[in-house]
């Protein structure tokens, strides 16, 4: 979650540049040999962080993963379904990355992911070429199935799990910037909003073991990170008994213990879903001064008949009362973002105003802003007609986008004249006079270097902004 994107075709919560990184891994004992791992990720942070559980995964099997696709051996695309466009993005991968077999015939290709679980094998008639399928919960068995295609065999493994969460896997950092990191708490969703193809490819919702998240943030802490962002599809409905039902986590619970890890350690969380986030979660994050005031909270629309089409089980009324709490708990300066989704099935002129002046209200600090995409199989697809025309969709969104415009960049003017605490991410994109990193709203600061760096929390004073960036003077 970056700063505020408007891009129409963005892919919601992913790093800007899918790239492996150089990891080092010893060679396999028993045959010397060392394969070279290519993978490139596609959508959520979820994608990303499951990237890195493949990797490790697979070091184990002597692969060593490479940002270098032209030595490559092995090349996954860890894919996304959430819209069409995501899809089509793919595709046109996979069509670039085949045209290389050509000249590399050993080359093993390989389509992990959400595409991966919602065309199954499918995926092997339409694009000849691939020759493994893997969706998101059969990953311990990509060296199996890896040696199967070795064997001359394609191989499939879509198999969903109620269980699966890979919580012992310590999973290989892959474009680290050595200070935040992922922590993937819950996989699947169980909520069935219409229009989502997420409960189709990722299956029922399961928690993972608490005590493993404890781990994993102890030993970032270790290795020097400074901020941990718990993942999950609704991290408010966390939930995780030890096998003698002796200790229960909530979300609450969870994020409490992660704050404690260590006060040098920011932690993060995403998504909230608004029929879900607890007064006492709130509370949580008012009482541990690492826990950033910082809430994703999408609302998809501000309109309730067509939040009652969306399956999102909240009305309008319900979401303003949330975010009242919220101003309640937190205050003026707890930084809220959102999702909204412009053109859904029979959406009039007025609901879609509804949604703009909903924005007016909660002034979204930036929102990832998208128009209906039907996805086959979803509720919406089989009970509603896709009916608002294109130019009518992306009109309305350009409206939206044109908003929420105007509000980031009030926002980031009441941020001017304020001390933020920023951690470094590293240098600034214009310059490297410059370093840039975040505040606790996740709004990008930058500010001059002076003998700051990466890692490092320093206090700006901010002096001026744009509608996506602070610039200040770090206060001594
Ligand atoms: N679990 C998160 C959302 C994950 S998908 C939540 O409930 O908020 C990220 C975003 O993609 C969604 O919030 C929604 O705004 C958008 N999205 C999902 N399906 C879509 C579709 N069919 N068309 C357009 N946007 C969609
Ligand atoms: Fe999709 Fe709704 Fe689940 Fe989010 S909560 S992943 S939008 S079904
Ligand atoms: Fe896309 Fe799958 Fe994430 S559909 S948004 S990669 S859960």
Redesign the pocket.
């Known amino acids: 979650m970056n700063s505020l994107l408007t891009d129409i075709d963005f ?3 992913a790093p800007a540049q899918p790239e492996a990184c150089e990891t080092k891994v010893t060679p396999d004992q028993n045959t010397g040999r060392l394969r070279k791992l290519y993978i490139e990720s ?3 942070q ?2 990303y962080s499951d990237s890195e559980i493949v990797s490790s995964i697979l070091a184990k099997e002597g692969f060593d993963t490479t940002s270098d696709l032209n030595i490559a051996d092995v090349v996954f695309l860890n ?4 819209r069409e466009k ?1 899809e089509q993005t793919v595709r046109a991968r996979l069509r670039q990355i085949n045209a290389l077999k050509k000249s590399r015939p050993g080359l093993v290709v390989g389509v992990l ?2 595409m991966a679980e919602r065309l199954k094998s499918k995926l092997l008639e339409e694009e000849k070429l691939v020759d493994m399928v893997v969706g ?1 919960d059969a990953y311990r068995e990509l060296p199996n199935l890896i040696n199967e295609v070795d064997g001359g065999q394609r191989a499939v493994n879509v198999l969903l799990s109620r269980e699966e969460t890979y919580a012992d896997i310590n999973p290989i950092r892959l474009n680290t910037n050595g200070v935040s990191a992922f922590i993937s708490i819950m996989r699947g969703c169980d909520n069935m909003c219409s229009f989502c ?2 409960p189709f ?2 299956g029922r919702e399961r928690s993972r073991d608490a005590h493993s998240i404890v781990a994993e943030a102890q030993s970032l802490v270790a290795e020097g990170y400074k901020e941990v962002t718990l993942l999950g ?1 609704n991290v408010d409905s966390y939930k995780w008994a030890s096998a003698d039902g002796t200790e229960q986590v909530n979300f609450a619970g969870l994020l409490e213990r992660v704050a404690l890890v260590s006060p040098d350690l920011r932690v993060r969380f995403s998504t909230s879903h608004p029929k879900d986030i607890t007064d006492e979660v709130l509370y949580t994050i008012k009482k541990y001064p690492n826990i950033c005031k910082y809430i994703h909270l999408p609302v998809q629309s501000g309109n309730s008949r067509v939040l009652e089409l969306m399956n999102r089980t909240y009305d309008r009324e319900w979401y303003i009362n949330r975010v009242k709490a919220i101003r309640r708990i937190l205050g003026q300066e707890c930084g809220i973002s959102s999702d909204m989704i412009a053109g859904f099935c029979t959406e009039t002129e007025e609901e879609h105003q509804d949604t703009l002046s909903l924005m007016d209200f909660v002034q979204y600090d930036y929102s990832y802003m998208f128009f209906y995409s039907e996805r086959p199989g979803t509720l919406a697809a089989r009970k509603f007609v896709d009916d608002i025309p294109l130019e009518v969709k992306k009109r309305r969104l350009q409206e939206i986008i044109d908003k929420q415009r105007e509000l980031s960049l009030l926002r980031n003017q009441q941020d001017v004249g304020k001390i933020h605490r920023v951690l470094v991410e590293g240098f600034s994109k214009k310059s490297e006079a410059d370093l840039q990193g975040r505040n606790d709203q996740n709004k990008v600061v930058v500010f001059p270097k002076g003998n700051y760096q990466k890692g490092d929390y320093v206090e700006v004073l901010v002096d001026s902004c744009s509608v996506g960036t602070l610039f200040g003077q770090p206060i001594k």
């Open positions: 892919i919601p919560e596609y959508g959520c979820m994608n894919t996304c379904s959430i995501a992911g959400c998101p193809v997420v490819t990722r599809q």
